[in-house]
């Protein structure tokens, strides 16, 4: 490759958001990758929604929960991140000293996006007496204008974790909050945000689904719509689903989630049979666009060349971390925290 066209690619970060560089197809990328991690002490950790190649090629494969943990512990120097924009920027947020590098700056997240820091600012004033508890998935600024943040794993605790006569803003999903203020009976201010792979999966075509496997258990994440989840036999943060299925004795289960945790499903339980729950569209299964965006092209561009990498305002930092840490403290309380 010339120096020349790994210069221009530099230049065009901004606009494409990763490394546009062509890739020797005969390369064998995992080798590659895996050369990297040791050379430079890296450490590779994946969502679960991240494509079944890159999951394989991780250090460490989570939830949003375990993912933020893990990058608040580990002595690497460098953490990749396969993931989206705003996990890579929770962990830079814990480990300001290390270089942080996501594949794909234009992984975004529609949940983060539909709470813009500017007009939150502004709800937040009408309830001067409320605290704010924010879902992770939001940007780095709305983390300073939150008290304390929770996952799908320790929304319930963390929610919990709020003395009753504390009233409570909830952002910014609103399927995750109005099941929060069911579940624990608190009434909530809710954004009103949604996350785009949940919110559209078919009632109709589940219903269906479930008719022709009758013995099928149905499992849903909480960023699924009300009605989706009154019909579910288990509701759980992807790590939750995880355990789920293979503790439970049901040898078939519909999944509404991004597709991408089936990976580990069959990974845990090869002779168990998993279905995607169908979208309200012409699709078998619900991929998050965002998540997909990471590709092993890239996983290995951005660590041999370290970009791009995550950047933050010292005063976002700052303002920001004491949310996550605060969410951290109650989690490992509540004996929610890192195992293995
Ligand atoms: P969890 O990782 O908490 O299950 O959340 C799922 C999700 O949508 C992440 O973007
Ligand atoms: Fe955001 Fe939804 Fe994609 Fe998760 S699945 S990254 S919440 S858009």
């Not at 990328?29 to 430079?40: D, F, H, M, P």
Request: hydrophobic share 40%.
């Amino acid at each position: 490759m010339m120096h020349a066209d790994l210069a221009t690619a530099r230049q065009r970060l901004d606009r494409t958001g990763f490394l546009d560089l062509d890739v020797d197809p005969s390369l064998d990328l995992v080798a590659e990758i895996n050369r990297l991690k040791r050379e430079k002490n890296a450490i590779i950790l994946a969502h679960y929604y991240q494509e079944s190649e890159i999951q394989d090629v991780a250090d460490y494969i989570g939830d949003s929960l375990g993912l933020s943990q893990k990058a608040a512990q580990t002595d690497a120097n460098i953490i990749v991140f396969a993931g989206v924009h705003f996990m890579a920027e929770t962990a830079k947020m814990l480990s300001p000293g290390k270089k942080v590098l996501l594949p794909d700056l234009k992984a975004g997240c529609s949940l983060a996006d539909s709470c813009p820091p500017h007009l939150f600012r502004k709800f937040k004033e009408k309830y001067p007496d409320h605290i704010v508890v924010s879902y992770i998935n939001c940007t780095a600024e709305l983390k300073t204008l939150t008290d304390i943040c929770c996952t799908s794993t320790n929304a319930v605790a963390i929610i919990e974790s709020i003395p009753k006569e504390q009233p409570i803003i909830f952002a910014p999903d609103k399927n995750l909050g109005a099941y929060l203020v069911k579940k624990t009976g608190r009434d909530m201010v809710l954004w009103n945000g949604a996350c785009m792979v949940h919110e559209i999966f078919s009632h109709e075509r589940i219903v269906k689904l479930k008719a022709r496997h009758p013995k099928a258990k149905f499992i849903a994440h909480p960023e699924c719509e009300a009605h989706i989840l009154d019909l579910a036999d288990y509701i759980g943060s992807t790590t939750g689903l995880l355990k789920f299925t293979i503790n439970d004795p049901a040898q078939e289960f519909i999944v509404a989630t991004e597709a991408g945790i089936l990976h580990q499903m069959q990974k845990a339980s090869p002779h168990k049979t998993f279905i995607p729950a169908p979208p309200n569209n012409n699709c078998a299964c619900n991929d998050c666009p965002h998540m997909k965006r990471n590709t092993m092209e890239k996983l290995y561009l951005c660590m041999e060349y370290e970009q791009p990498e995550i950047i933050l305002p010292d005063w976002v930092i700052e303002q920001g971390v004491h949310c996550i840490d605060r969410m951290l403290e109650i989690s490992e309380k509540a004996g929610l925290g890192l195992k293995g």
